[in-house]
């Protein structure tokens, strides 16, 4: 055999070989490779319900992936196009097209849960405010509009929450460990003579009004105590509900303003409790210290002084509000 033509059918060999290869890496380099300014360390939210073609365009923009047609592609081969999760996604390092497609279709996130805290007496509106800080998928108007009706019964707690989670499955949680956590007390709740709606209201208001746990026990006898006696509550705290403020020192023009939560022109009960009451006040509205006491309030020393006239407590405002 001649060497010569041997010679020249293997440089034609490795030649085409290597033609190859380099079409091919050039190929996946151009096509399915990230791009050469990948974000390393950005982070996208996929918004729920977004169309392949859009959740491609914005992985395009933001330089996720160089061919918004070949992400879309591939999602709609694989029959991942319908079932892409949304929620946020960290790009901590380059990474190929076919690995985002990846990512997408089983929610791969590459972040860990979100981790919420919301102290007692937080109310709907204020879990909402919260919540869209770090679950950017969940609105502050659904939230409200969903957790409205639970006002009271979503408990306050540290919780643990995926990126994809939505203001039903935030509300669901809450409410589970509600009822979780009053499980225990239901045969003491059934002996009291009191419904749990009563019971939550009382808490709703002791939560906002008293700090420790012996004032939260004597606030609570005393508006059980007015409650006997047909009284009107008082209770300042309503006020912030009402008008979805922090502050309850009520003006003038405030105690006459038409509200049913107002427990200056209403007796018994409010329609329902205005915050989210922890434990320790469910349990002092269950087992409150009896006393005669019908007054109460916080002085300027930040103590709670009581009183069981009403000549009493004016001496104690002047005493200790002035």
């Known amino acids: 055999m001649d060497p010569v033509r041997n010679f020249c059918k293997l440089y034609v060999w490795w030649f085409c070989s290597f033609t190859v290869a380099v079409v091919l890496v050039g190929g996946y380099t151009l096509l399915f490779a990230s791009p050469s300014d990948f974000p390393s360390g950005s982070i996208v939210v996929i918004v729920r319900g977004a169309s392949v073609s859009d959740i491609s365009k914005q992985l395009s923009d933001a330089n996720i992936i160089k061919h918004q047609s070949v992400l879309n592609l591939i999602l709609r081969i694989s029959g991942a196009s319908s079932n892409v999760k949304s929620g946020g996604y960290l790009f901590k390092n380059p990474e190929n097209v076919f690995t985002i497609a990846n990512r997408l279709a089983t929610g791969a996130y590459g972040l860990p849960p979100v981790r919420i805290t919301f102290p007692e007496g937080i109310t709907v509106r204020d879990i909402a405010e919260k919540i869209v800080e770090t679950l950017p998928l969940i609105s502050e108007s659904d939230f409200i509009s969903l957790g409205k009706s639970y006002e009271g019964y979503l408990f306050p707690d540290t919780y643990l929450f995926p990126p994809d989670a939505t203001a039903q499955s935030v509300i669901d949680t809450m409410r589970a460990n509600f009822d979780l956590k009053i499980v225990p007390l239901l045969s003491e709740i059934k002996a009291s003579g009191h419904s749990i709606a009563d019971i939550v209201i009382i808490a709703s208001l002791v939560e906002k009004e008293a700090r420790t746990i ?36 009520p003006s003038y023009e405030d105690l006459k303003v038409a509200s049913p939560y107002n427990t200056y022109l209403h007796t018994g009960l409010p329609p329902g409790p205005i915050a989210n009451p922890g434990l320790e006040s469910i349990q002092a509205a269950l087992n409150p210290t009896k006393t005669n006491y019908l007054y109460y309030l916080t002085g300027k020393d930040d103590l709670m002084h009581y009183a069981t006239t009403y000549a009493e407590h004016q001496t104690n405002q002047r005493k200790y509000l002035k």
């Not at 409650?227 to 008082?234: A, E, H, T």
């Open 214 to 249: 012996e004032s939260k026990r004597i606030v609570a006898g005393i508006l059980w105590n007015r409650l006997k006696l047909g009284m009107p509550l008082q209770v300042d705290a309503v006020f912030g509900y009402i008008f979805n403020r922090d502050t309850y020192s």
